[in-house]
């Protein structure tokens, strides 16, 4: 894997609040990370480091090669950022908007027609003030913005803010399209869920510390989350034929049976009820979920 970011002992310190205190990772070429934690924890500060925004008390970043505070333009010039709020001035057009920061970003003019409509923006939207844009068509203004330039690293800070739902598909299918090109994308929300299946890795932060950082396989091996199985007996099968030793069996309504298995027990579990597929109409499992997962590891730290 190739590194675009690394961050080794990074501290930042404003007054005698620490904000972020002795952070390390790396991101990678062509990789989707997840950056997690609620507000406060950090994750802002983080992203402001790797543009360059502001400068670490302690540790280095290097985005690209280079100190994203004090290198080339030419490096920040392949980074994109999405910011929480996007603020455009009320009056000027969507491409307007759009001709101006790539003025500023030095990229030229004629590449920004196509992202209106690579961000789902109409072509006669383009031409209207962003005072009469919706906040769903500001964000897409905004991504449109991240996307100038064709960055090699894009920091998404609560990027579906404002999307319904057939845009926020469309959002992560471009997100795909992007990864599959060697970008590295970094999605910062609280939206759990809608991360689970879209990232490579997770990184969560709390309190300015890096408490876990890894695949969603990772963390639930790190965390021996139990694992939800659920099944359904056929007609003519009662509970006693899902005797298992030491497992115990709940009722969970409409004829559902569940039970909450240890990672190392699950397969033998799984391979004593479907020993007789007769018996079953129904079997689902649940694996620890992201929100679960981020539960635990907050939890873990608390208690330290």
């Given at each position: 894997m ?30 989707t990370?997840?950056?997690?934690g609620h ?12 543009l ?8 280095t ?20 950022y ?29 590449t920004?027609e ?16 962003v ?35 057939a845009?926020?598909r469309n ?34 932060v709390?309190?300015?510390?890096n ?7 990772d ?6 989350l139990?694992t939800?199985i ?18 115990t069996?709940r ?21 004593a ?32």
């Amino acid at each position: 894997m190739t590194a675009t970011v690394t961050l080794t002992g990074v501290s930042k310190r404003y007054g005698k609040v620490e904000a972020v205190k002795d952070i390390g990772f790396t991101l990678n070429a062509g990789e989707t990370i997840a950056l997690v934690g609620h507000n406060g924890a950090g994750k802002t500060t983080l992203i402001k480091l790797m543009l360059g925004l502001i400068r670490p008390t302690a540790g280095t970043v290097h985005v690209l090669g280079e100190d994203p505070a004090t290198g080339d333009f030419a490096v920040r010039q392949r980074l994109g950022y999405l910011p929480e709020s996007v603020s455009f001035h009320m009056a000027l057009t969507g491409r307007e908007t759009l001709a101006f920061y790539a003025r500023l970003k030095r990229v030229a003019h004629s590449t920004t027609e196509a992202l209106f409509e690579r961000v789902g923006l109409a072509p006669e939207a383009a031409d209207r003030p962003v005072r009469t844009y919706s906040k769903g068509m500001r964000q897409r203004l905004g991504l449109a913005q991240a996307l100038l330039g064709e960055p090699r690293v894009l920091l998404l800070d609560e990027p579906t803010s404002g999307l319904d739902p057939a845009l926020r598909r469309n959002f992560y299918d471009l997100v795909t399209a992007l990864r599959a090109g060697g970008t590295t994308i970094l999605l910062s929300s609280h939206a759990l869920t809608e991360l689970e299946d879209r990232a490579d890795r997770v990184i969560i932060v709390n309190r300015g510390i890096n408490i876990a950082d890894g695949t969603l396989d990772d963390l639930r091996r790190i965390a021996r989350l139990p694992t939800r199985i659920g099944v359904k007996l056929a007609e003519g099968a009662s509970a006693s034929d899902l005797a298992v030793r030491g497992q115990t069996w709940r009722a969970a309504g409409a004829g559902l049976l569940e039970a909450d298995v240890a990672p190392e027990n699950k397969i033998a579990l799984l391979h004593a009820v479907t020993a007789n597929p007769s018996m079953l109409s129904g079997l689902t499992i649940s694996e620890p979920t992201l929100d679960d997962l981020y539960a635990h590891f907050l939890n873990a730290q608390e208690t330290k």
